[in-house]
Nanobody, 125 residues
Framework: VQLVESGGGLAQAWGSLRLSCAAS????????VGWFRQAPGKKLEGVSC????????YYTDSVKGRFTISTDNAKDTVYLQMNSLKPEDTAVYYC???????????????????WGQGTQVTVSS
């Protein structure tokens, strides 16, 4: 299984970025897929997780109303649309596949089965 993220980069505060994660060798049908981030000196944080089978979705409080997760099962791709970016969103963002319970997957450490290599998002003030 390989997960490859893209779409990171530099954005200004209040700007937007869209992250993509393409999966090969894995299907989202029976799993949750999610986005996690790690800022320098901070622990890994679950940003948003979802199960495409039923649309159950979790967002961490700090991104609610600003970020949107979506999946394209035909392309085995998950997206994270990030709007109204803030400097505190600066982090390395990872996509991952895990157990099909989004809030559990996003909030419990160490349950992700497969991880991408990460993409840097930097938001300037």
């Amino acid at each position: 299984v390989q997960l490859v993220e893209s779409g990171g980069g530099l954005a200004q505060a209040w700007g937007s970025l869209r992250l993509s994660c393409a999966a090969s060798g894995a299907s989202f049908d029976d799993s949750a897929v999610g986005w996690f981030r790690q800022a320098p000196g901070k622990k890994l944080e679950g940003v948003s997780c979802t199960t495409s089978s039923d649309g159950d979705t979790y967002y961490t409080d700090s991104v609610k109303g600003r970020f949107t997760i979506s999946t394209d099962n035909a392309k085995d791709t998950v997206y994270l649309q990030m709007n109204s970016l803030k400097p505190e969103d600066t982090a390395v963002y990872y996509c991952a596949v895990g157990p099909p319970v989004p809030d559990y997957f996003c909030t419990v450490d160490g349950v992700g089965a497969y991880w991408g290599q990460g993409t840097q998002v930097t938001v300037s003030s």
